[in-house]
Protein backbone atom coordinates (compact mmCIF):
# COMPACT_ATOMS: atom_id res chain seq x y z
CA UNK A 1 0.00 0.00 0.00
CA UNK A 2 1.04 4.02 -0.74
CA UNK A 3 0.96 3.96 3.33
CA UNK A 4 0.23 5.71 5.96
CA UNK A 5 3.04 8.78 6.73
CA UNK A 6 3.89 9.84 9.97
CA UNK A 7 5.76 13.05 10.71
CA UNK A 8 8.26 13.43 12.41
CA UNK A 9 9.82 10.31 12.61
CA UNK A 10 11.38 11.62 15.49
CA UNK A 11 10.58 14.01 17.87
CA UNK A 12 12.82 15.61 21.28
CA UNK A 13 10.82 17.84 23.16
CA UNK A 14 11.71 19.13 27.09
CA UNK A 15 9.94 18.90 29.36
CA UNK A 16 6.82 21.44 29.45
CA UNK A 17 6.76 21.99 25.61
CA UNK A 18 4.28 20.83 23.36
CA UNK A 19 4.25 17.82 20.94
CA UNK A 20 2.49 17.85 17.44
CA UNK A 21 2.34 14.21 16.00
CA UNK A 22 1.12 14.37 12.40
CA UNK A 23 -0.90 11.15 10.26
CA UNK A 24 -1.45 11.04 6.38
CA UNK A 25 -3.87 7.52 6.01
CA UNK A 26 -3.66 5.52 3.31
CA UNK A 27 -5.03 7.44 0.31
CA UNK A 28 -9.39 6.92 0.44
CA UNK A 29 -9.07 5.89 3.93
CA UNK A 30 -11.27 7.73 6.68
CA UNK A 31 -10.78 6.66 9.46
CA UNK A 32 -7.50 6.69 11.48
CA UNK A 33 -5.93 5.66 15.19
CA UNK A 34 -3.77 6.77 17.26
CA UNK A 35 -1.77 4.34 19.30
CA UNK A 36 1.28 4.64 22.18
CA UNK A 37 3.48 1.66 22.37
CA UNK A 38 5.92 2.19 25.18
CA UNK A 39 9.14 0.41 25.68
CA UNK A 40 8.99 -3.03 25.33
CA UNK A 41 5.44 -3.32 25.70
CA UNK A 42 2.07 -3.75 23.47
CA UNK A 43 0.21 -1.25 21.65
CA UNK A 44 -2.32 0.43 23.73
CA UNK A 45 -5.34 1.89 21.59
CA UNK A 46 -5.61 5.78 22.30
CA UNK A 47 -8.31 7.23 20.17
CA UNK A 48 -10.23 6.91 16.76
CA UNK A 49 -11.28 9.41 14.74
CA UNK A 50 -13.11 9.95 11.27
CA UNK A 51 -12.83 13.45 9.11
CA UNK A 52 -13.82 15.73 11.31
CA UNK A 53 -15.41 13.90 14.21
CA UNK A 54 -14.03 12.33 16.99
CA UNK A 55 -15.96 8.56 17.80
CA UNK A 56 -13.78 6.93 20.10
CA UNK A 57 -11.38 8.55 22.84
CA UNK A 58 -11.94 6.12 25.48
CA UNK A 59 -8.26 5.41 25.73
CA UNK A 60 -6.60 8.72 25.50
CA UNK A 61 -5.39 10.89 28.76
CA UNK A 62 -8.30 13.31 29.63
CA UNK A 63 -5.44 16.30 30.35
CA UNK A 64 -2.74 17.59 27.61
CA UNK A 65 -3.66 15.40 24.77
CA UNK A 66 -5.80 16.39 22.04
CA UNK A 67 -6.71 14.66 18.66
CA UNK A 68 -8.25 15.92 15.53
CA UNK A 69 -8.68 14.88 12.07
CA UNK A 70 -9.72 17.99 10.07
CA UNK A 71 -11.60 17.97 6.57
CA UNK A 72 -8.19 18.70 4.88
CA UNK A 73 -4.99 17.55 6.02
CA UNK A 74 -3.69 14.87 8.14
CA UNK A 75 -4.54 14.04 11.50
CA UNK A 76 -2.68 15.66 14.38
CA UNK A 77 -2.25 14.24 18.08
CA UNK A 78 -0.88 17.15 20.32
CA UNK A 79 0.39 16.67 23.71
CA UNK A 80 0.65 19.66 25.49
CA UNK A 81 3.05 20.83 28.52
CA UNK A 82 4.49 17.16 28.16
CA UNK A 83 6.38 15.14 30.80
CA UNK A 84 9.30 12.73 30.94
CA UNK A 85 6.11 9.52 30.87
CA UNK A 86 4.88 10.65 27.84
CA UNK A 87 7.97 9.40 25.70
CA UNK A 88 6.55 6.64 23.72
CA UNK A 89 6.29 5.57 20.24
CA UNK A 90 2.87 7.04 18.57
CA UNK A 91 1.60 4.95 15.67
CA UNK A 92 -1.14 6.15 13.71
CA UNK A 93 -3.16 3.71 11.65
CA UNK A 94 -5.79 3.86 8.58
CA UNK A 95 -8.73 1.46 7.69
CA UNK A 96 -10.98 2.53 4.82
CA UNK A 97 -14.26 1.42 7.01
CA UNK A 98 -14.67 -0.66 10.05
CA UNK A 99 -17.10 -3.00 8.68
CA UNK A 100 -17.31 -6.58 7.69
CA UNK A 101 -14.18 -7.06 5.66
CA UNK A 102 -13.09 -3.82 6.41
CA UNK A 103 -11.25 -4.30 9.56
CA UNK A 104 -7.70 -4.21 8.64
CA UNK A 105 -5.77 -1.45 10.34
CA UNK A 106 -2.31 -0.67 8.41
CA UNK A 107 0.20 1.36 10.78
CA UNK A 108 2.62 4.22 9.88
CA UNK A 109 5.92 4.08 10.64
CA UNK A 110 5.61 5.41 14.10
CA UNK A 111 6.97 8.75 15.75
CA UNK A 112 9.19 8.55 18.74
CA UNK A 113 9.28 11.07 21.14
CA UNK A 114 11.32 11.55 23.47
CA UNK A 115 10.84 14.22 26.09
CA UNK A 116 14.20 15.07 27.72
CA UNK B 1 -13.40 -4.14 28.10
CA UNK B 2 -11.51 -6.71 26.43
CA UNK B 3 -8.39 -7.88 27.89
CA UNK B 4 -5.85 -10.23 25.73
CA UNK B 5 -3.31 -11.96 27.52
CA UNK B 6 -0.17 -13.41 25.07
CA UNK B 7 2.17 -15.92 25.69
CA UNK B 8 5.26 -16.52 25.87
CA UNK B 9 6.84 -12.89 26.32
CA UNK B 10 10.10 -14.55 23.86
CA UNK B 11 10.62 -17.40 22.11
CA UNK B 12 13.83 -18.92 20.89
CA UNK B 13 13.68 -21.77 18.16
CA UNK B 14 16.28 -23.56 15.90
CA UNK B 15 15.82 -22.67 12.13
CA UNK B 16 13.99 -24.90 10.49
CA UNK B 17 11.53 -25.73 14.17
CA UNK B 18 7.85 -24.32 14.61
CA UNK B 19 7.24 -21.40 16.99
CA UNK B 20 4.02 -20.82 18.44
CA UNK B 21 2.14 -18.25 19.78
CA UNK B 22 -0.99 -18.27 22.14
CA UNK B 23 -3.26 -15.48 22.65
CA UNK B 24 -6.56 -15.39 25.15
CA UNK B 25 -8.99 -12.83 24.59
CA UNK B 26 -12.34 -11.88 27.22
CA UNK B 27 -15.06 -10.81 25.69
CA UNK B 28 -16.84 -13.14 23.68
CA UNK B 29 -18.69 -10.56 21.38
CA UNK B 30 -14.89 -10.23 19.95
CA UNK B 31 -15.35 -11.43 16.15
CA UNK B 32 -11.79 -10.33 14.70
CA UNK B 33 -8.18 -11.71 15.62
CA UNK B 34 -5.33 -10.22 13.76
CA UNK B 35 -1.40 -10.72 14.04
CA UNK B 36 0.85 -8.19 13.33
CA UNK B 37 4.36 -8.64 13.02
CA UNK B 38 7.21 -5.53 14.55
CA UNK B 39 10.65 -5.58 13.42
CA UNK B 40 12.89 -3.30 15.53
CA UNK B 41 12.32 0.02 14.72
CA UNK B 42 9.71 -0.87 12.23
CA UNK B 43 6.06 -0.25 11.84
CA UNK B 44 3.57 -2.82 12.71
CA UNK B 45 2.87 -4.94 9.53
CA UNK B 46 -0.36 -7.32 9.73
CA UNK B 47 0.85 -11.37 8.26
CA UNK B 48 -2.07 -13.05 8.98
CA UNK B 49 -6.07 -12.15 10.51
CA UNK B 50 -9.00 -14.56 10.86
CA UNK B 51 -12.55 -13.76 12.03
CA UNK B 52 -14.81 -15.89 14.53
CA UNK B 53 -16.68 -17.46 11.79
CA UNK B 54 -13.50 -19.54 10.62
CA UNK B 55 -11.54 -22.08 12.73
CA UNK B 56 -8.22 -22.00 10.88
CA UNK B 57 -7.02 -19.87 8.17
CA UNK B 58 -3.16 -20.89 6.74
CA UNK B 59 -1.12 -18.74 4.43
CA UNK B 60 2.21 -20.68 3.34
CA UNK B 61 4.22 -21.48 6.65
CA UNK B 62 1.77 -19.16 8.78
CA UNK B 63 -1.37 -20.42 10.20
CA UNK B 64 -3.43 -19.07 12.86
CA UNK B 65 -6.26 -21.39 15.13
CA UNK B 66 -9.01 -20.01 16.52
CA UNK B 67 -11.18 -21.65 19.39
CA UNK B 68 -14.07 -19.32 20.25
CA UNK B 69 -15.65 -21.53 23.35
CA UNK B 70 -12.08 -21.31 24.73
CA UNK B 71 -11.81 -17.90 23.67
CA UNK B 72 -8.23 -18.46 22.45
CA UNK B 73 -6.51 -17.79 19.13
CA UNK B 74 -2.88 -19.16 18.38
CA UNK B 75 -0.05 -18.14 15.74
CA UNK B 76 1.60 -20.90 14.43
CA UNK B 77 5.09 -20.83 11.79
CA UNK B 78 6.24 -23.65 10.67
CA UNK B 79 9.89 -24.14 8.74
CA UNK B 80 11.58 -21.20 10.63
CA UNK B 81 13.64 -18.88 9.43
CA UNK B 82 16.06 -15.68 10.67
CA UNK B 83 13.93 -13.10 9.17
CA UNK B 84 10.65 -14.27 11.31
CA UNK B 85 12.98 -12.92 14.03
CA UNK B 86 10.65 -10.00 14.98
CA UNK B 87 7.92 -8.97 18.01
CA UNK B 88 4.60 -10.71 17.10
CA UNK B 89 1.36 -9.28 18.56
CA UNK B 90 -1.70 -10.68 18.50
CA UNK B 91 -5.36 -8.46 18.88
CA UNK B 92 -8.66 -8.71 19.18
CA UNK B 93 -11.40 -6.56 17.74
CA UNK B 94 -15.44 -6.10 17.66
CA UNK B 95 -16.13 -5.31 14.27
CA UNK B 96 -18.17 -3.38 12.67
CA UNK B 97 -18.43 -0.78 15.69
CA UNK B 98 -18.68 2.32 16.32
CA UNK B 99 -14.79 1.88 17.92
CA UNK B 100 -13.39 -1.02 16.67
CA UNK B 101 -10.27 -0.51 18.13
CA UNK B 102 -7.90 -3.62 18.59
CA UNK B 103 -6.73 -4.68 22.00
CA UNK B 104 -2.89 -6.14 21.72
CA UNK B 105 -1.26 -8.30 23.82
CA UNK B 106 2.22 -7.67 25.00
CA UNK B 107 4.11 -9.18 21.84
CA UNK B 108 6.37 -12.39 21.88
CA UNK B 109 9.59 -11.71 20.90
CA UNK B 110 10.60 -14.57 18.85
CA UNK B 111 14.36 -14.82 18.20
CA UNK B 112 15.23 -17.49 15.16
CA UNK B 113 18.89 -18.81 16.01
CA UNK B 114 20.32 -20.25 12.26
Known amino acids: NAGVMQNPRHLVRRRGQEARLRCSPV?????VYWYRQLPEEGLKFMVY????????ESGMPKERFSAEFPKEGPSILRIQQVVRGDSAAYFC??????????????FGPGTRLLVL | GENVEQHPSTLSVQEGDSAVIKCTYS??????FPWYKQELGKRPQLIIDIRSNVGEKKDQRIAVTLNKTAKHFSLHITETQPEDSAVYFC?????????????FGTGTSLTVIP
Open chain 2, 27 to 32: DSASNY
Open chain 2, 91 to 103: AASITPNTGNQFY
Open chain 1, 93 to 106: ASSPFPGQGQETQY
Open chain 1, 27 to 31: KGHSH
Open chain 1, 49 to 56: LQKENIID
